[in-house]
């Protein structure tokens, strides 16, 4: 199974700004929804927050806290998703994942697929 690969973190100084990138490191069919989660240093795993998906037609969807500041994008020639992230604030500082999810019907039996990468660190400080 393909993995995925996101790049682009680092430090930046709060205001400034950071774009992430995420591939898939082999092919991949497409039709999946991208999203993008971080995980807060003090957070569990399971208490990943989802900072913005996009579907498969483009419809966008952010969480409140980075909204009018975050913009996701996707390019489908290239499988890849991007958060561009401007007005970085201190409280952006986590680990942020790529994830792709879909179903796909096969034989009237539904497959469930969700990838994850393996997380790229922004850091928000002066």
């Known amino acids: 199974q393909a993995q995925l690969v996101e790049s682009g973190g680092g430090l930046v100084q709060p205001g400034g700004s950071l774009r992430l990138s995420c591939a898939p490191s082999?092919?991949?069919?497409?039709?999946?929804?991208m999203a993008w989660y971080r995980q807060a240093p003090e957070k569990q795993r399971d208490q990943r927050e989802l900072v913005a998906t996009i579907g498969t037609g483009g419809n966008t969807n952010y969480a409140d806290s980075v909204k009018g500041r975050f913009t996701i994008s996707r390019d489908d020639a290239k499988n890849t998703v991007y958060l561009q992230m401007n007005s970085l604030e201190p409280e952006d500082t986590a680990v942020y994942y790529c994830?792709?999810?879909?179903?796909?019907?096969?034989?009237?039996?539904?497959?469930?697929?969700?990838?994850w990468g393996q997380g790229t660190q922004v850091t928000v400080s002066s």
């Open positions: 082999g092919s991949i069919f497409s039709g999946f929804t």
């Open positions: 994830n792709f999810r879909t179903t796909v019907v096969l034989g009237n039996v539904p497959h469930e697929y969700n990838l």
